[in-house]
């Protein structure tokens, strides 16, 4: 290696992104032990919260709007709709098309699972001001943005 090569920990960017992918670590850990009382697991709730918001999603358009492959909702749905959270239904245009939305089971669970995953989220967000949290949300935003991939 060349000895004048600068090193990445020495840049406070490589420093501070080091920091957040640590905090995320941090926080997915975090909620996962807090879940296990309820069964379930991050990938999970994320499933069963944008049910929530987005009743009669189709399991594509679901894939897309977490960021994961269709086989990763391929196999998560099953395990859901098995535990009764979950129910899948035809589309009534398009035979090819699933619609999933929350059971009553699903949604009381869901509820449950808000409450801890807020008490995680008001324990992280503590240490700062609520502006810092505008901040903080507002830059991750745009490095999401960035980063995007199409």
Avoid at 45 to 62: A, E, K, T
Avoid at 79 to 93: T, V
Avoid at 118 to 143: Q, Y
Wanted: with cysteine.
């Amino acid at each position: 290696m060349n000895n004048n090569q600068e090193l990445p920990w020495d840049n406070p960017r490589f420093r501070n992104w080091v920091s957040v992918a640590r905090a995320c670590h941090a926080v997915e850990r975090a909620l996962g032990a807090a879940l296990l009382p309820l069964d379930l697991k991050p990938a999970q709730l994320d499933v069963l919260m944008n049910l929530y918001r987005h009743p009669g999603i189709s399991q594509h358009d679901l894939a897309r709007k977490l960021l994961v492959g269709r086989s990763n909702i391929t196999m998560l749905v099953p395990q859901l709709e098995k535990r009764g959270l979950l129910r899948r239904e035809g589309d009534e245009k398009d035979r090819r098309i699933l619609r999933l939305s929350l059971t009553a089971e699903g949604e009381v669970l869901l509820m449950q699972a808000l409450k801890v995953h807020m008490a995680l989220i008001e324990k992280a967000m503590a240490t700062a001001t609520p502006s810092e949290c505008d901040f903080v949300g507002e830059h991750m935003r745009r490095i999401a943005e960035v980063l995007k991939i199409d």
